[in-house]
Structure formats: C-alpha cells, structure tokens
C-alpha cells in the first residue's frame, strides 16, 4: 500500500476522484478503524521530525571553532609548556570572555526545523466507516477522507472528491498573496504547476472560503510542506563572507607567525642562545604577530551592528549575519509581501469612451485619490465612477470597517479591494444597502464566474452583477458611456480587458440593470439580461511604496536584485518594469524553463541574466540560490513563507519578513525584517557594511600595531640586542592598552558613502592591496622608531629594565596615536571629528590612564616591569609618537593623488 501511494502521487491531480480513491484503496464512505490503526503503523504519525535546539554548554564549545581560536590556545598551551603563567593567563582570559559573549549573542537561534511543526493543524474532521470524527492531525493517514470547511487548516495533502466554492490560501507555499479557487472535477496534466493544481489541498495551506472533502495521498515529509522540511533539515547553513575571509586571513596569520618563529629561532640557536630563552623569544613573536584582541573586538563590532540594525527594522539572530548583508552582492526576492503589500488593491478602473482612470493608494486602507490624465477627479461629479462603486459595494460580501483607530476587513480578497475602492469615492456599503436593500442573490460559482445580488432601487428591482468579462457580455445589450448608455460594443471591452491583462492586472467586470420578477419567482441565472455594462476595475497587489526607491538604492550600491514568484510570466513582467528590475522579457525565466536544463552549466546560464523568474515552485527557489552562488555571487534572499524556507538556509544571508512571515520562514533566516518592508533591507546592507568596515578598522590597528612589534624584535635580533620587550609586556600591549582602543573603535558611525560604493568582490581578502600598504608603512615607522629608542637608551647608560619601560610606553602612545588614523582608510584623521565617536575619544584618553596608573600600582608594575617616568620624557616621546601620523597622511594624500590622476583623461 505504501509504495503504491508513493508511486502514484505524482499523478493524483492528473487522475478523477474515482481513480484517486482506487489508487488509495478507500471507499467514499472512509476507512474503517482497524485498516487507519494498520496504515499509521505503516506510515507513522502525520509529523515532521523536530530537531532539538543546541544547548547553552554546545553553543558555549562552538565559540571555540575558529582558526584564530586555535592559534590563541597553541600560544596559551606554549606559555603554560614554558611556565609563563600571566602569559597564559592573560591569553585564556581573552578566549573566555569571547566565548560568554558570543553565546549570549547566539543561544536559542537554531529553531529552524521545529517551527515547521506549528503549520500542521492538530485536529481534523475524517470520514471513517461512514460517520464524522474529529481526530489529532498526527493520527491522519493516507487513504483517510477529511472534511474541510472555511477556516480550517489543510492538515495532509489531499486529492479533492468535492468542492463548493471552495477557496484557498496557498501563499504559504507558493508565495502569492491570491486566493486558489479550486475544482474537484477537473483532471490536470501530469506536469502542471504546483499553483495550478487545483483538484489537490496541500498540507499547511489555508481554507479561505467554501467547504470540500477529499482523500489524503501523502502525509508528514511525503507532502509538499514535507518536502520543504526535508530541504531545510538536510543541509547546513553556508559560511558567512566574514567567516569565509577570516578563515583565510587567520591561515595566513598561521603560516606566516611559524614561518617567523622558525626563521627567528634559528638564528637565536645559531647563535647559541639557550633552548628556554628560544621558547621564551617563540612565545613573544606569537603574542607580538597574532591579534589577541581581535576576537573580542570582533564580536563587539558585530553586535554593535545588530543593535544598529534593530533600530533600523532589522533584527540580527546570528552575528556574522550584520556583516554577511553588508557583503552581498545579489538579493533574491520574493514577490508577495516583500515587494508587495499583499493586499488586493483595485487600481485601475476603465469606462468605456473615457481615458484610463487611476486609483492611488494600497492595501485595505480607504485612502486614496481618483487620477485621470488631466489631473485628480472629483468623484462626486462623475456619475460613471458612481454607478460602478454602487455596484461594486451591493453585489459584495466583504466587511470593512474603522475599528479601534484603524481599518478592518475580512472577506474574500476581491471583495474587500471593491469596498476599498468605493469608499475612496464616497460610496460606502451600509448606505447604499440602507437605500438599496438586498432582495435575494446569486453567489459566485467557478462555473459561473460572476456573482449577483437583487436589490430594491427607488421601488424597483435592479440587478448588480460582477466577474469575469466573458461571463457579463451575454447578459449586457448596453454599455456605459459619458452621455448615457448606448449599444454594446464588445470588440471594445475585449481590447481593454486584454490591455489592463497585459499589463498584469486581474481583471473584474461590473453591471447592472432593471429586472422584472413575477410574484413569488426566484430570482436566477435567467434574469440576469439586458443589463448595461458599466466598467472594469484592474486589480493587482500593488507595490509598496518604498520598493522602487530600495531597488534603485540597491543598484547604486553595486547589488543585483531579482524577483522570484510563482506568479503568471506576463504579471511579473509588468511588476518587474515598474520596478525597474528588467526592460526585456529575455529576463524573464520560467520555472518549467529552468527545469528543462539538462545540466548545471545549462541552469547556470539562464540564472545569470535573469533579474525575473516566474512560475517558479517552492524547491526551485532553493536551486535559483544555489545556481547564483556558482555564478559567484554573495546571495542574499528574502521571502515570508515556508516555500522560502529552504532557499533562505542555503543564501548566505536569509531575510524573513516579521509580520507576514511564517513561523519557519523567521526561525530558519538569519535575519528578521521586522516591518515588511524591502527598503530596511537596503538599511541593513549600509549598517552591515559600516559594520564590516569597522572589523577592517580594528584588523588594520591590531595587525599594524602588531607587525610593528615584529620589526621592532627582528631589528633587534639582528643586531644582537635583547628583547625589547617581555611577553607579558606584549600582552599587556596588545590587550589591555590597545584592547581598550579598538573596542571602542567598533563603535565607529557611518563615514556616508557606504552605499555609494560597489560590494566587495566576493574573492577579496581582507588583506587587499591598501590595507598590505598601510600595514607595512605604519609598521616600518613604528617598529624601527621603538627599535631605535630602545638602542638609545641603553647606549645612554639606561638599564635594560629601564629602556624596556621607556619602548613600551613609546609603542602605547603611538597606539593612541595611530587608531585615529585607523578611523578611515582614505580620508584624513584631521577630517573625521573625533567626537562623532566619543567612546573612542574616551577609549583613548582610559588606554594611556591605564597605562600610567599601572607604572603606580605596586603589584601590576612588578607583573609587567615598569616604572613611573617624568613628565618631561613623557612629552618627549607624544612627540615622536605623533610622527606615525604625519606618516599615514602622506600616504593618503599620494593616494588621492593617484586615484585622481587615474580618473582624469589625458
């Protein structure tokens, strides 16, 4: 039994009922209760399987699992082989404290695949053994008959036996805001659209209208909500770009620290210096050339960025992910919600002999205003716009009203879009029933196509109809025009029918007329002739407002946006042009398209053109992510229903919608956008390039700071003098003094060019060419000016003690010195005021008062052996600090001067 529902799902919307209820072996009347006991031992509950979240202790070892971690611990591990215990000390502090800070950050943000869960009902209404029972969803199996009302959740995917005016909500998985209208009777071909199946009920959906039964095929990860389950808990999150470049960086720092060490030791065993001092010198070289600082700062950066981001709409749930929008390079959008309102809004309305008449505003909001060509309408003086309003609110069964402060609605989609739309025009639906009571009605069918009510005007019957232009023109002898009704020209509704089509409008015809009824007849189908056409009103879930402008500022900021839908090719086309997202329908991919691809080059290529890809089914958005990624792009991917989910895991950055987002859709993203709106995702792109740009600030200041540290030994190895410095005075070097400063870098504001500059490349190191030329230039000045201070001083007749204090309080004034000219790569320290960032002033002013407090503290200066100096030499050395300022300007200025020359034609 099992292998045949499996064999045969593909193929139940392309069969009758009466074969789907033999494939399942099932009679209309249900399952009787030993075979469902039998088929849920076989099939097991109607579940998905939920994936336990990692614990606070997980989370806690999982800081631990990164390069630079590791080459933290072999330096800490060292420091302990060669009993430096405030070495190692000082070092295990550090990984502690980056590891309790970034288990707050991420503890309980793996929820992905439990949030599929609540989308599945838990109870449900079967057939079984010919009476209604009302079981847990879980017990359902296939072959079990489910009966299905308004309101309820699909609890399996079904094959429908029958419908009446059965409508659902299918935006869960196919993203699009529309309801389904669907039709038990209809046989479909094998390879329709997952949308356009519409004799099949699919697990998680909503009934939005009508009522039906049918018989379940598949259920738990066998259905199509399964199946995105499955996507989701198969396979692992993507690297994040800063995961992926400071990998690579630390492999780096890695290679050339023991490359460094082994040169170095060499040399001091070449020259017979012993083997402890050799470990002693290998300890400090590590200490000087790896940034101890750096995964503390790291992490305050990025969660400085998270908070900046929550203030702007977009809520961070893990932390590379403020600086993966930074770099992403291509937006994979949903359509529904997104760029969207997800709202059906009526904005176009065409007469007969008049112009185009367009209606501003969107959503279920009434406000808004009339546009002809000429200027805005006065609606009061418009009797057309007057007769249809009046037919859109009386052949109506939607609600809308002020309620609380705020607008209300609830109602079939196209009926509330009418109620909207005459209110903007004055025409409101409990006055015109109040004038117009409603006799009788006739509601919409599928088969029909248009709905009627009967209502009592001045004394008289008349009829008010709308739906679908074909189904209105045999009733109408007339149409509506400026000076009266007059003959109906039908070649003319077609043309404008076909135009609002064409530019991706769903298209609503509206009549009315005079009807006479005999004592006691039943209003129907047959009166409904000789009525007067009155217009069409073009529907369309409309844009939001902002959306264009987030496209454009998108576009300048050197990121790629493309759309992807299950909407109709034309429709996304049109909504694409006003977008500005595509000009040409070459553009334009299509679901069955990308499935034609015989290869992955084959699919390739039709991504890497394609700003618009419609008809697309929930698993192939998850393809059109991976597919970009090969074409070398940072992807990130927005979306609001469980048919994103499993494209929002696989993106570098997934971005779900907080409002209109599903359950899944927030818990598998890494980031939540918490108005629904397209343009915080152009704000998140600027925080988390500020942010990034900060990470590159304190990189440049630690690993400046600490090459320098690398010249200043080399020098004196080479010239047989002692070290210059002791490790633990490198440590408190490079975490307390310099620690203190590149925290307080992290809280750096936006320079205000960030979205004025292309993305990164996706393959650009952190160490790019400016970056290599600023760290050698400043480490040159620094290093060989402390090298040549601590010659002096001991040439001078100063101790070694003594002219180890005198360089290490050189090196941390030129640290406070030079994380100003860490502020920005290209513009001038003299240009950035320094009280923008106070917290760095602030910073910088604490790291020199530690310093100084600690050569007074008796314990701490006896640790790191130091000693007060005067105030005299004090200003001495401020004064040759200040020359690697004067260094790094020269070097932006020739920059500049390079860059121009470049940019000027000759």
Known sequence: MKQKSERSFAAFHAVTAASALTAMDVSRHGLSHREAAARLADYGANTLPQTKPPGMAQVFWSQFASPLIYILVAAASLSLLIEEWSDAGFIIAVLLINAIIGTIQEYSAQRAATALNKLVTTQCRVLREGDTYEIDAEALVPGDIVLLNSGDKVPADIRLLDSHDLEVDESLLTGESQVVRKVAECVLDDDAFLGDRINMLFAGTLVARGRGHGVVVTTALSTELGHIAADVLGKAPVKAPLLVRMESFTQRVAILVGMAALIMAGIALSRGMPLG?????????????????????????????????????????????????????????????????????????????????????????????????????????????????????????????????????????????????????????????????????????????????????????????????????????????????????????????????????????????????????????????????????????????????????????????????????????????????????????????????????AFDRLTRQARVFARVDPRQKLDIVESLQRNGHFVAVSGDGANDAPALQAAQVGAAMGKSGTDVARETASLIITDDNFSSIVAGVEEGRVAYANVRKVIFLLISTGAAELVLFSLALFTGQPLPLLAVQLLWLNLVTNGIQDVALAFEPAEGDELKRPPRPPQEPIFNRLMVERVIISALVIGSTAFLLFQWLLNHGYSLDEARNGTLLLMVLFENIHVFNSRSETRSAFFHNPLRNPILLIGTLMAQLVHIGAMYTPWINDILHIQPVSPALWLELLGIALIVLVAMELHKAIYHWFKYRHQVPH
């Open 277 to 601: 001092e050799i470990f002693l010198l290998a300890v400090a070289l590590a200490v000087s050339a790896i940034p101890e600082g750096l995964p503390v700062a790291l992490t305050v950066a990025l969660a400085i960025g998270m908070r900046r981001m929550a203030r702007r709409n977009v809520i961070i749930r893990r932390l590379v992910a403020v600086e993966a929008l930074g770099s992403c390079t291509f937006i994979a959008t949903d359509k529904t919600g997104t760029l969207t309102v997800n709202q059906l809004t009526a904005s176009r309305i065409l007469f007969p002999d008049c112009d185009e008449l367009r209606v501003t505003g969107e959503g279920n909001k009434p406000e808004g205003t009339f546009l002809t060509p000429q200027g805005a309408l006065q609606v009061e003086s418009s009797p057309l716009l007057q007769r249809l309003c009046q037919a859109a609110v009386l052949t109506n069964d939607a609600f809308l009203g002020h309620r609380d402060n705020d607008w209300v609605s609830h109602g079939d989609a196209v009926d509330i879009a009418l109620l909207v739309m005459a209110h903007k025009a004055g025409v409101i639906q409990t006055e015109s029933l109040n004038t117009a009571p409603e006799q009788s009605s006739i509601p919409f069918e599928s088969e029909r196509l248009f709905s009627a009510s009967l209502n009592k005007v001045n004394g008289e019957m008349h009829a008010f109809v709308k739906g679908a232009l074909e189904s209105l023109l045999p009733m109408c002898t007339q149409m509506a025009v400026s000076t009266g009704d007059t003959a109906l020209n039908q070649a003319l509704m077609v043309e404008q029918t076909h135009m609002l089509a064409s530019q991706g409008f769903r298209v609503l015809a509206l009549a009315s007329g005079n009807i006479k009824l005999a004592p006691g007849e039943v209003f129907s189908e047959e009166h409904l002739q000789g009525l007067t056409l009155l217009g069409l009103v073009g529907m369309m879930d409309p844009l939001r407002m902002e959306a264009k402008a987030a496209v454009i500022a998108c576009r300048k900021a050197g990121i790629e946006v493309a759309m992807v839908t299950g909407d109709h090719p034309a429709t996304a086309f049109a909504i694409a042009q006003e977008l500005g997202l595509a000009d040409q329908l070459s553009q334009v991919v299509t679901g069955p398209e990308l499935r034609q691809a015989k290869d992955r080059s």
